[in-house]
């Protein structure tokens, strides 16, 4: 089963802005990852939080990680029409990765 | 960095039929593979963990004699969808983690997209 959810659905931006989407979970963690996946392809390894970390950056990604409120956040900076794709969380717990509903992202040329 | 190859990336096939899928690790040993069903435009969903050795752990509602799994190397795990039928039609990924390095992360397949006619 999933483990939560990811907001928004859907997001379409302009090249050069800035996209954000959330993901809330609902049991303790390990780690948060955070990954991409082109259409019709397989996932690519973005970033990992682990449970006692608060933030961390990679590049143009910036992910926090609220475990009281149990949800991250990732943050994609100065958008490339490249960055179009899906973005999944995925939540650690013992030797599972459990993923999250996923957000598609449209980044307008 | 590691690796991870499915065969084949796309399978055509006719109602009863089984068809085989197999995700190799190509420069590191995976004691353990997981294998995901994806259906379009929805998220990943975990299917099973296969263990080399062992039998392999079914989630909760996939049916262990519908989908069979064999993991008799350390650098391969093969999914069988026996007696295909269209609603088995789906994107498989599977993933393997990298142990002894960065274990926490998981290195996924390119996926096999599986049509049932």
């Known amino acids: 089963s999933q483990q939560g959810e990811e907001d928004p659905q859907a997001l379409s931006i302009q090249e050069g802005e800035n996209a954000t989407m959330n993901c809330s979970y609902k049991?303790?963690?390990?780690?948060l990852q955070w990954y991409r996946q082109n259409s019709g392809r397989g996932l690519v390894h973005l970033i990992l939080?682990?449970?006692?970390?608060r933030e961390k950056h990679s590049g143009r990604l910036r992910v926090t990680l609220d475990t009281s409120k149990k949800s991250s956040s990732l943050l994609i900076t100065a958008s490339r029409a490249a960055d179009t794709a899906s973005y999944f969380c995925a939540t650690r717990t013992g030797n599972k990765l459990t993923f999250g509903g996923g957000t598609r992202v449209l980044v307008k040329p | 960095g590691a690796v991870v190859s499915q065969h084949p990336s796309w399978v055509i096939c006719k109602s009863g039929t089984s068809v085989k899928i197999e995700c190799r690790s190509l420069d590191f040993q995976a004691t353990t593979m997981f294998w995901y069903r994806q259906f379009p435009k929805q998220s990943l969903m975990l299917m099973a963990t296969?263990?080399?050795?062992?039998?392999?752990?079914?989630e909760q509602g996939v049916e262990k004699d519908k989908f069979l799994i064999n993991h008799a190397s350390l650098t391969l795990s093969t999914l069988t969808v026996t007696s295909a039928h269209p609603e088995d039609s789906s994107f498989y990924i599977c993933?393997?983690?990298?142990?002894?390095?960065?274990?926490?992360?998981?290195?996924f397949g390119p996926g096999t997209r599986l049509t049932v006619l």
């Open positions: 049991t303790s963690i390990n780690n």
């Open positions: 296969s263990n080399e050795g062992s039998k392999a752990t079914y």
């Open positions: 993933s393997a983690p990298l142990a002894g390095g960065w274990k926490d992360t998981q290195y």
């Open positions: 939080i682990r449970s006692n970390e």
